[in-house]
C-alpha cells in the first residue's frame, strides 16, 4: 500500500458488526450523524476529501466499505446483494453506533442505496444528499427517456412501465453488451474486470470527455453504454480523476474483492424491483439532489421530474463536471452540502 494510503486520509477503520456481516467503518467528528455511501467501483476512500470538511462544518461523519467492498465482508450469494440486505445493513450500522437517525449522503450506487433508506426505512433517516443519481420510482433509472432515446434514435416511442420488471424492459432497448444487462448474463464481465483491475478503475474513472450534450451523436456502442468487458480504449478518452496513488489504493482494494461483490449489486435489479411494487415511492424527508453537468448517465435532466416523488427537494448542478463528483469537484461538492446541512440540521 502506497505511505499515501487510505490511514493516511482518512479516520483509522473499525470494525462493525451489523445484519450478519463485519463491516469495515471509518468515523469521525461529532454533531448531527451523516453516513457517506459510495457507488460502484468506488470505496468509502471516494470520500477522502468530504470527511474533514464535514467534520469541520460540525458533524459526525461515519464512512463505510458498503457491503462487498473493501475491507468488508462479501457473503457469496447473489441474493445477499438485495436492496433489503443492503439497507438493513445501515441500520444495523445506525444501531451499533447508537444513532437513532442520520442524513444518508450518496453517489452513484450509494445514491440508489441513500433515496431507498427513507421508503424502507424512513424512522431512521433525517434527510437525503443525491450525488450525481436522481430518484426514478421502481428502479426505472436505465429506462428514463434522455438515456433510451440516445440509444434508439430511430425506434418508436418507448415508455417505462413501473409494473414490468426493468431488466426486461432494457432487454427491448438495449444491446446485449450495455453494462447493466452485461452484468445479469454470466461472469465475462467479472472475469475480465478481474485480469486487470488497476486498467478497470482507471478506464471508469474518467473526466473531461465528451459532454452529455454529444452522447446522442456517438456510435452505438456508446449510446448503449457498453463499458465493461471489452477491450479499454486506445488512448483513454479525457483525463484521469485519479493520480497514480489513489489509482494504486483502489486496485489493490479490487485486486483483493475481485468486482463480482460489486456486480452482484446489479444482479439484484429485478429482485428489488419485485419487492418495492406496491411500495409508496414518496419521499417526504428533507432531501438535496446534486447532478454534474456533465455526466453522460446520470444527467442533471433526469431529477428534473423528481419534484413529484422528493417532496422537500433542493436541486444544484456542479459545473463543469463528469460522473465523478466527490472526487472531481470536491470543494464544490462540499460548499453545497455544508450549505444545505448547516440550513437543515444545524450542528448547533
Request: glycine share 8%; with cysteine; aromatic share 10%.
Amino acid at each position: 500500500m502506497p505511505a499515501f494510503g487510505q490511514a493516511a486520509v482518512m479516520p483509522p477503520v473499525r470494525f462493525i458488526e451489523t445484519n450478519g456481516i463485519r463491516m469495515a467503518v471509518h468515523e469521525a467528528g461529532s454533531g448531527p450523524a451523516v453516513v457517506l455511501l459510495h457507488g460502484f467501483p468506488g470505496l468509502a476512500f471516494t470520500w477522502r476529501h468530504q470527511v474533514p470538511a464535514l467534520v469541520a462544518a460540525g458533524y459526525r461523519v461515519i464512512v463505510p466499505d458498503l457491503r462487498g467492498y473493501g475491507l468488508t465482508d462479501a457473503p457469496p450469494r447473489v441474493e445477499d446483494y438485495d436492496i433489503a440486505h443492503l439497507t438493513g445493513d445501515l441500520v444495523g450500522l445506525l444501531d451499533a453506533l447508537g444513532i437513532e437517525r442520520a442524513v444518508f449522503m450518496g453517489h452513484d450506487w450509494g445514491g440508489l442505496l441513500a433515496w431507498q433508506m427513507p421508503l424502507l426505512h424512513e424512522e431512521r433517516v433525517m434527510g437525503v444528499i443525491g450525488v450525481n443519481t436522481p430518484f426514478i420510482p421502481h428502479w426505472m433509472l436505465w429506462l428514463h427517456p434522455d438515456l433510451v432515446d440516445a440509444a434508439r434514435p430511430a425506434g418508436p416511442t418507448f415508455v417505462a412501465n413501473p409494473r414490468v420488471d426493468p431488466i426486461t424492459q432494457m432487454r427491448n432497448v438495449y444491446s446485449p453488451d450495455m453494462y447493466v444487462l452485461l452484468f445479469q448474463d454470466g461472469k465475462v464481465a467479472d472475469r475480465a474486470m478481474d485480469r486487470d483491475p488497476r486498467g478497470t478503475i482507471r478506464n471508469a474513472y474518467r473526466k473531461d470527455h465528451m459532454p452529455s450534450a454529444e452522447w446522442g451523436s456517438m456510435p452505438a456502442e456508446v449510446a448503449n453504454m457498453a463499458y465493461y468487458g471489452k477491450p479499454f480504449p486506445t488512448p483513454l478518452p479525457g483525463r484521469d480523476v485519479l493520480n497514480a496513488d489513489e489509482l494504486d489504493f483502489y486496485a489493490q482494494r479490487f485486486e483483493r474483492t475481485g468486482f463480482t461483490p460489486a456486480i452482484n449489486w446489479y444482479r439484484n435489479l429485478s429482485r428489488n424491483w419485485k419487492a418495492g411494487l406496491d411500495l409508496d415511492q414518496t419521499i417526504r424527508v428533507p432531501s438535496m439532489m446534486v447532478s454534474g453537468e456533465h455526466d453522460v448517465v446520470l444527467r442533471p435532466s433526469m431529477a428534473e421530474g423528481m419534484g413529484a416523488y422528493v417532496k422537500d427537494l433542493e436541486r444544484h448542478v456542479v459545473p463543469d463536471c463528469w460522473h465523478w463528483t466527490p472526487e472531481e469537484r470536491p470543494e464544490q461538492l462540499n460548499r453545497l452540502a455544508i450549505s444545505w446541512l448547516r440550513r437543515r440540521f444545524s450542528p448547533g
